[in-house]
């Protein structure tokens, strides 16, 4: 093998498709590729090719520019893929196997593996604690919106579909596995939902859908959805949320003519560092407005889970202590209402097994719930654009045919 083709940032609202090398079990110096990574063997390492990969709002941050990441980077963290290889390290994981791969890239060796705290290994990522594929900062593992992908650790970070035609025919819902149904559910478990839970989710994207319909997974009396998109709301409302729209206010009230009362059990901020405020403000950028309001309208003694991205690099932020990741927040209001956070990456697999086990035996379908819709490594570009535009679709890349038809 000797051609790949794959994914690229070329620049603020640029996405291109281009031609990269095919992966060996050596992490070559590249775009975004620490220096203390290159020329790292990778004999655990196993070569995908790639099933389906999708386009995640995380990409998306990189892509507007408010990040610091390179021209050329390879993108895509969400990766299902089909082992064409495995170095010599690699004992059970074998050619033909068709697996998801989490996001985190985990050595599965370190203090912090050991404990499933997989979003923030110690050993992949010289710049700091946590990895992910096609990622700035993130070491340089390059990216799997491409035909072919390096996994390394593969017998520790794979997770292998039991049955290769079951797997097949569910391959939509099982392509979330890789980052936003774990992400999703990590942000109700962490937000403390149970049965009987009333849960406020913060965002209708794909990872704000994706919690809700953890929420509803773990036995929540009621989930609440707000967004300004009334696609996305829509999209929520399909499958069993409840809706406010935050263009007309801020949330307190229109959970108040739901539930009785002004304030949810739990709540989730789907959203991340580049929010928007609620209502006559809704069309400006105000980075700590989902997190101040969720501590607004959490219950005292609750907990709020942030899958929700933020960063400690943003060149756009809306000034000097935004873009270095600093945000104005009502910490009081949490500490006297003895408030929980839970932040960071998802530890992927703390959740993917099992919700795996719920895809096969049809306890819940994730791709209907987030619009899941499968474009060709071709369409990437208009993907890209479209789901900026607010497109109520989560976007699977489609590079080497295997979902063609679905």
């Known amino acids: 093998m000797s051609g790949n083709r794959a994914v690229a940032y070329k620049g603020p609202g640029v996405v291109e498709v281009i031609d990269i090398d095919y992966p060996t079990f050596e992490l070559k110096d590249g775009p975004g590729v620490n220096p203390a990574n290159v020329g790292r063997k990778v004999p655990h390492g196993a070569i995908l090719r790639t099933v389906a990969t999708n386009i995640c709002g995380s990409d998306q941050h990189m892509v507007r520019g408010r990040t610091t990441a390179p021209s050329d980077l390879v993108l895509g963290h969400e990766i299902t893929g089909e082992v064409v290889e495995v170095g010599p390290g690699v004992e059970f994981i074998k050619v033909g196997d068709i697996v998801s791969v989490p996001f985190n890239i985990s050595c599965g060796r370190c203090r912090n593996c050991k404990e499933r705290k997989t979003g923030v290994c110690l050993n992949v990522n010289p710049d700091r604690p946590g990895s992910a594929y096609g990622y700035v900062d993130m070491g340089g593992w390059v990216g799997g919106q491409a035909e072919y992908v390096l996994v390394p650790y593969a017998d520790w970070n794979l997770l292998k579909f039991p049955d290769r035609d079951q797997a097949l025919e569910k391959i939509l819902d099982l392509a979330m596995l890789s980052d936003i149904f774990p992400t999703g559910f990590h942000g109700a478990v962490t937000a403390g939902v149970g049965v009987g839970s009333t849960v406020y989710v913060a965002g209708a994207g794909p990872v704000g859908l994706a919690a809700a319909t953890g929420a509803m997974l773990l036995g929540a009396a009621a989930v609440i959805v707000g967004d300004m998109n009334a696609d996305r709301l829509a999209q929520a409302r399909s499958f069993g949320a409840e809706t406010i729209d935050l263009s007309k206010g801020d949330p307190a009230e229109q959970i108040e003519q739901i539930l009785g009362v002004p304030e949810v059990d739990c709540a989730v901020d789907a959203v991340g560092f580049e929010a928007k405020g609620h209502g006559s403000d809704s069309g400006h950028e105000a980075p700590a407005t989902v997190l101040n309001s969720l501590m607004d309208i959490t219950a005292a003694g609750g907990a709020l889970g942030i899958p929700g991205l933020y960063?400690?690099?943003?060149?756009?932020?809306?000034?000097?202590?935004?873009?270095?990741?600093?945000?104005?927040?009502?910490?009081?209001?949490?500490?006297?209402?003895?408030?929980?956070?839970t932040t960071g990456q998802c530890p992927v697999m703390k959740y993917n097994r099992g919700l795996m086990m719920a895809i096969l035996h049809d306890k819940v379908h994730i791709a209907n719930n987030v619009n899941a819709k499968a474009i060709s490594l071709e369409d990437a570009p208009r993907g890209y654009a479209e789901f900026d535009a607010g497109a109520a679709t989560k976007y699977v890349l489609n590079p080497n045919g295997y979902l063609d038809g679905k």
Do not use: C, E, M
């Open 311 to 341: 960063v400690t690099g943003d060149p756009g932020g809306i000034d000097a202590a935004a873009q270095k990741g600093s945000l104005s927040l009502s910490l009081g209001t949490g500490w006297a209402k003895s408030l929980s956070f």
